[in-house]
C-alpha cells in the first residue's frame, strides 16, 4: 500500500540551528502538507502546497518556514532558526484533491534544546 | 476563529459495546467533516468522512453529521481493544484545503 514517508524520525538541535524535515508523499497525490502537533495539543496546520506552489499557511507559517519541491518527489520543510517552542512532532501529508482525505506520513520528531 | 470541540476523555468502553464520540464545530460554512484515528506516538488515520447531513456507515462504524446543530458524531459497534485510541474530528471548508482538528478524544476498551 502507497504510503507517505518522512525522514528523520526524530531530530535533536540546538536552538538557531536550522533543520530540514523531508517527506516522499504518495506518488499520484497532487496536494501536499505540513501539519504539527505540539505534545499533547492539536494537530495544527502549518502549510499546503500545489502545482509547486504554497496554496494556503497558516499564522505558525512564519518567515523562518519555508517548504520546497526540489524534485519530483521530495517535499522538504525547513526552519531557519529553531526556537524552543518549535519542538513538536512534524506531520507531512499527502492528498490527491482537495476533499480533505489526507494521508499522513509517521512524523519527524524536532527536539530543540 | 474556527473550534472544532472534543470532549477529551478517556472514554471508557468494555469490549463489545458501543462507543460514541461527539464534536462540534463553531463555524457554519464548514462543508467537510472528517474522523481521524491516532495511536499514542503515531500519525492521524482517515476512519471516516461525512459531508451531508444524515448517517454514513462504514464496517463497525457509524458517522452522523447534523448542519443545523453544528454536530458530528461517530459510533464504533463492537468495540474492540484494538479501538483504543485517540479520536480526532476535522472540518475543512469548501475549496480550501486546510483541514482544522479538534483536540481528540481518547477511547479505551477494555476487554
Known amino acids: 500500500e502507497p504510503e507517505v514517508t518522512q525522514t528523520p524520525s526524530h531530530q535533536v538541535t540546538q536552538m538557531g540551528q536550522e533543520v530540514i524535515l523531508r517527506c516522499v508523499p504518495i506518488s499520484n497525490h497532487l496536494y501536499f502538507y505540513w501539519y504539527r502537533q505540539i505534545l499533547g495539543q492539536k494537530v495544527e496546520f502549518l502549510v499546503s502546497f500545489y502545482n509547486n506552489e504554497i496554496s494556503e499557511k497558516s499564522e505558525i507559517f512564519d518567515d523562518q518556514f519555508s517548504v520546497e519541491r526540489p524534485d519530483g518527489s521530495n517535499f522538504t520543510l525547513k526552519i531557519r532558526s529553531t526556537k524552543l517552542e518549535d519542538s513538536a512532532m512534524y506531520f507531512c501529508?499527502?492528498?490527491?484533491?482537495?476533499?480533505?482525505?489526507?494521508?499522513f506520513g509517521e512524523g519527524s520528531r524536532l527536539t530543540v534544546l | 476563529q474556527k473550534e472544532v470541540e472534543q470532549n477529551s476523555g478517556p472514554l471508557s468502553v468494555p469490549e463489545g459495546a458501543i462507543a460514541s464520540l461527539n464534536c462540534t464545530y463553531s463555524?457554519?460554512?464548514?462543508?467537510?467533516f472528517f474522523w481521524y484515528r491516532q495511536y499514542s506516538g503515531k500519525s492521524p488515520e482517515l476512519i471516516m468522512s461525512?459531508?451531508?447531513?444524515g448517517d454514513k456507515e462504514d464496517g463497525r462504524f457509524t458517522a452522523q453529521l447534523n448542519k443545523a446543530s453544528q454536530y458530528v458524531s461517530l459510533l464504533i459497534r463492537d468495540s474492540q481493544p484494538s479501538d483504543s485510541a485517540t479520536y480526532l474530528c476535522?472540518?475543512?471548508?469548501?475549496?480550501?484545503?486546510?483541514?482544522?482538528f479538534g483536540k481528540g478524544t481518547m477511547l479505551l476498551v477494555s476487554p
Open positions: 463555524d457554519r460554512v464548514s462543508q467537510s
Open positions: 476535522a472540518v475543512k471548508d469548501s475549496g480550501y484545503s486546510t483541514l482544522t
Open positions: 501529508a499527502s492528498s490527491v484533491s482537495l476533499t480533505g482525505e489526507l494521508f
Open positions: 461525512i459531508y451531508s447531513n
